[in-house]
């Protein structure tokens, strides 16, 4: 969730919008990531909202085989 | 146990509804609404608000109440100074999100040949929608200034005038604010946002008074028959939206160390009179004055845009309303009076005549309320009442509270038809983004009409007015 807001924080104090992210350590306790993007150009991005924030509203995460599954809900 | 109907405009949660409810809920609703309210999980979310620790009175919700994160959207709550609790989600993310009204002289025949010119100006004076940043440049120290002074600062520096603060709830600036509980990273996220309407369901819209109710409250507020004013929707962007997050975390944080134990995380809260609690009034408030300036700063341009296309020095301050806050305020609960803290989310203050927070001009009448609709329906100006103090820590609603999803709702029309749509009932509308504009379409709200009769009949305010919109603005 911390995560997820600190690139929240990025695109709305530096303008920085992401589009690819490569995971380096991801358990229980830590998440270290890059993420790859360029700066928000209003004549190439066409935004169509601001994220307000990262809510814990009815947040879930499952183990689907393989797989772990969160859902987030963002207040827009 | 099921909820139990009062009478016409009334349903009680009882607290044997659900487990842990210290107090009782009361919702506000015509049987047409009540249906909405129950369909998601506001009544779960009203519920869970009366489980937490020092609540006065009871937990209520407005007849415009969805469901929102942790309390609803349309919720009030209040807790007791001494023992109660605060909660950075009872007021919400966007901190003091409100709306003002501005009157002109200005009638219906003699704006719609400049509409267009008018609608185009104030798109270009306005930076609105995603990613815009704001025309001035500020330090951290000046935004200090902002946050500690909120309209004032405006004021002061060219936008608007002093007789403007006189007609904005806590005349624009709560002093309880401090800039040293603001984060460096909301700093970072407001800096560059000041005077800027931001996206969503923020807008600027032109509007014709269509009926009156109350022609000597009317009067008193400036508004009349067939004369066009400008509604302004907007709040405190980033800023406001990181100072909750920030608030949530160290409420979080701390609850162990209070024994509290909440329901729903977005819950979290702590004692108002713990230092966690202090500082995010102080931090809440600072924010609240970020957007008090924010709305004095778009008036100036929506001045300035009459003023290139018809007459300058014409709009007057009717009233800025406050929908996001947490306020002390003075209560009567039963016979006692009470020092309590109120939790307005998407509520307005509707304080009744000779209360002593009103504006001088206003004091034989009351309190203005002012209640946007949805793109393409009316709006209303209301009056405050003796009701509301009694009975809803004078509070009432705050527009007609969302029924579709942001999803649901641009699902099957198009932008260019909805624009045109609305274009055919002689509405205009300018957007930043073509999404946002399907998203706010009038069908994914409730009948704003049937919210403001729900008020009106309970009685915890009174019909002043009804606007319809002519041209609009959209973030």
């Known amino acids: ?22 995971f380096e350590i991801l358990n229980d306790t830590t998440l270290k990531a890059s993420i790859l993007g360029e700066q928000y150009d209003s004549s190439k991005h066409d935004l169509t909202m601001d994220i307000k924030a990262v809510t814990y509203h009815q947040l879930s995460i499952e183990n689907r085989g393989n797989r772990w599954i969160a859902r987030v809900f963002l207040d827009i | 146990m099921a909820l139990k109907k009062l009478d016409d405009y009334r349903y009680l949660v009882p607290t044997s509804f659900q487990q842990g409810m210290k107090v009782e809920g009361l919702i506000y609703a015509s049987d047409a609404l009540i249906g909405a309210i129950e369909h998601d999980e506001t009544l779960k979310q009203v519920a869970n608000v009366a489980t937490l620790p020092g609540l006065v009175g009871r937990s209520l919700a407005m007849p415009d109440a969805h469901q929102g994160y942790g309390f609803p959207i349309g919720g009030v709550a209040a807790a007791d100074v001494e023992r109660g609790i605060v909660s950075a989600g009872g007021v919400g993310f966007d901190i003091n999100c409100g709306v003002r009204l501005l009157s002109s002289p200005f009638t219906l025949e003699e704006v719609k040949p400049k509409l267009d010119a008018l609608l185009n100006q104030l798109f270009r004076n306005i930076p609105c929608g995603t990613g815009k940043s704001g025309i001035i440049d500020l330090s951290y120290d000046q935004l200090d200034d902002v946050l500690k002074h909120g309209a004032r600062w405006a004021v002061d520096h060219g936008y608007g005038t002093p007789d403007d603060l006189e ?35 923020h807008f600027v819209e032109v509007q014709c008074v269509k009926e009156i109710f109350d022609q000597e409250a009317a009067d008193a507020f400036g508004l009349q028959l067939n004369h066009i004013v400008v509604m302004i929707h907007s709040g405190s962007r980033g800023l406001g939206h990181q100072v909750c997050t920030d608030f949530l975390e160290v409420m979080q944080d701390a609850m162990p160390k209070y024994g509290i134990k909440v329901v729903d995380r977005q819950l979290a809260c702590v004692p108002i009179q713990s230092p966690e609690g202090q500082r995010y009034l102080k931090a809440m408030a600072a924010a609240a004055n970020f957007a008090f300036a924010n709305r004095q700063m778009m008036t100036h341009w ?36 009470r ?27 009351g309190q203005p309320v002012i209640i946007p609709g949805s793109m393409g329906t009316c709006s209303y100006v209301l009056v405050g009442t003796e009701r509301a103090m009694v009975e809803t820590f004078g509070s009432t609603c705050h527009g007609a509270g969302r029924a579709m999803s942001r999803h649901a709702a641009k699902k099957d029309i198009s932008a260019e038809q909805l624009i045109h749509d609305l274009r055919e ?20 709200y409730k009948d704003v009409s049937a919210v403001v009769e729900v008020v009106h009949n309970a009685g915890i305010s009174q019909k002043v007015a009804r606007m319809v919109p002519l041209g609009v603005l959209k973030g």
Request: charged share 25%; with cysteine; net charge negative.
């Open chain 2, 302 to 337: 929506v001045r300035t845009a009459f003023a290139g296309v018809l007459e300058p020095d014409s709009l007057q301050l009717v009233y800025d309303v406050v929908h996001n806050i947490a306020k002390e305020e003075e209560h009567m609960c039963g016979k006692e009076r």
């Open chain 2, 339 to 365: 020092h309590v803290l109120v939790h307005r989310k998407g509520a307005t203050r509707a304080f009744p005549k000779h209360h002593p927070e009103i504006p001088q001009k206003y004091y034989e009448i």
């Open chain 2, 167 to 201: 007609h904005i709830e806590d005349q624009g600036c709560m002093e309880t604010a401090d800039p040293n509980e603001v984060s460096k990273r909301a700093k970072q996220r407001g800096c560059a946002q000041l005077g800027t309407l931001g996206s969503g369901n």
């Open chain 2, 425 to 444: 009932q002689g509405i205009h509308v300018r957007g930043a983004s073509k999404s946002g504009l399907t998203e706010e379409r009038p069908e994914a």
């Open chain 1, 1 to 22: 969730m911390k995560w997820l807001a600190e690139v929240l924080f990025l695109y709305d104090a530096e303008q920085f919008l992401f589009s690819d992210v490569n």
